[in-house]
T-cell receptor, first 106, second 116 residues
Framework: KNEVEQSPQNLTAQEGEFITINCSYS?????LHWLQQHPGGGIVSLFM???GKKKHGRLIATINIQEKHSSLHITASHPRDSAVYIC????????FGTGTSLTVIP | EAGVAQSPRYKIIEKRQSVAFWCNPI?????LYWYQQILGQGPKLLIQ????????DSQLPKDRFSAERLKGVDSTLKIQPAKLEDSAVYLC??????????????FGPGTRLTVL
């Protein structure tokens, strides 16, 4: 069993749709990260959070420590949001989810 | 601020050959990580350095993989000899301090290795 589970694995959306990606984890953590990986392989850190909610532009990340669950929301999605979104947690080591592949169709 | 640098970006080798990857972290970042990401999977931590010391190498296949960070700055990861299953993207990341704390990692562009 993976320490970090993401859903869905794959997601296709129409441009403008509201998107939610979920992450559940089973270990104690000090922080949770949402990462974005484009087809070229490079990874960009979107959020690091340990409680509550953070917002950057059209991206919103929330975390519920008691339920060991986090969500990444994208409002007014755009084709350039197409990427793999990876959830990772700081436990006694870093644990990564397998990612959610998002395709936004114009 | 310059990001994490990695080279080469791509490498194709035959099985049983040797290969080395290089990473230069963000200036001042004490912690450096090497990850292996096989297609369709999330990154897997191979080794974590704090300055020039190893913090965690529990998932490093030590019979064929080695890594060093002699001066506590840049690092090399070597595979000798390579196997087909080593085909993956090798990601380097750095963070300001220990990865066990509340800390953000910055990733390099990765090296895509293909073993034929």
């Amino acid at each position: 069993k993976n320490e970090v589970e993401q859903s869905p694995q794959n997601l296709t959306a129409q441009e403008g749709e509201f998107i939610t990606i979920n992450c559940s984890y089973s270990v104690g953590i000090s922080a949770l990260h949402w990462l974005q990986q484009h087809p070229g392989g490079g990874i960009v850190s979107l959020f690091m959070l340990s409680s509550g909610k953070k917002k950057h532009g059209r991206l919103i990340a929330t975390i519920n420590i008691q339920e060991k669950h986090s969500s990444l929301h994208i409002t007014a999605s755009h084709p350039r949001d197409s990427a793999v979104y990876i959830c990772a947690v700081n436990g006694n080591q870093f644990y990564f989810g397998t990612g959610t592949s998002l395709t936004v169709i114009p | 601020e310059a990001g994490v640098a990695q080279s080469p970006r791509y490498k194709i080798i035959e099985k049983r050959q040797s290969v080395a990857f290089w990473c230069n972290p963000i200036s001042g970042h004490a912690t450096l990580y090497w990850y292996q990401q096989i297609l369709g999977q999330g990154p897997k931590l191979l080794i974590q350095f704090q300055n020039n010391g190893v913090v965690d190498d529990s998932q490093l296949p030590k019979d064929r993989f080695s890594a060093e960070r002699l001066k506590g700055v840049d690092s090399t990861l070597k595979i000798q000899p390579a196997k087909l299953e080593d085909s993956a993207v090798y990601l380097c990341a750095s963070s300001l301090d220990s990865g066990r704390a509340y800390n953000e990692q910055f990733f390099g562009p990765g090296t895509r290795l293909t073993v034929l």
